[in-house]
């Protein structure tokens, strides 16, 4: 059974950061690529970030520069350090294989201007 457990969100203050993690279980984590997705309140889940196996990163524009994806896969988990964070980026976030799986539950994620 594929479970994705998110954590690490919280609120901040504009210019802050936050570190989230997601450890996954029931999947080929250390094969599997991986993805960090956001949705904000009346918008479409967007991807924001992704790794590969091999640990090849790819992030959104709108992020780039400010937002890092990275994984522990000894830990079966994946990391998305957030810096220089902004009020647009008030979202759930979410982790989830690429493709997609079930989802989690997210964490929440507020940036206070």
């Known amino acids: 059974q594929v479970q994705l457990v998110e954590s690490g969100g919280g609120l901040v203050q504009a210019g802050g950061s936050l570190r989230l993690s997601c450890t996954a279980s029931?999947?080929?984590?250390?094969?599997?690529?991986m993805a960090w997705y956001r949705q904000a309140p009346g918008k479409q889940r967007e991807l924001v970030a992704m790794?590969?196996?091999?640990?090849?990163?790819s992030h959104v524009d709108s992020v780039k520069g400010r937002f890092t994806i990275s994984r522990d896969n000894a830990k079966s988990t994946v990391f998305l350090q957030m810096n220089s964070l902004k009020p647009e980026d008030t979202a759930v976030y979410y982790c989830n294989r690429v493709p997609t799986l079930s989802w989690g539950q997210g964490t929440q994620v507020t940036v206070s201007s």
């Open positions: 029931g999947i080929m984590f250390s094969t599997s690529r």
């Open positions: 790794i590969t196996g091999g640990g090849f990163t």
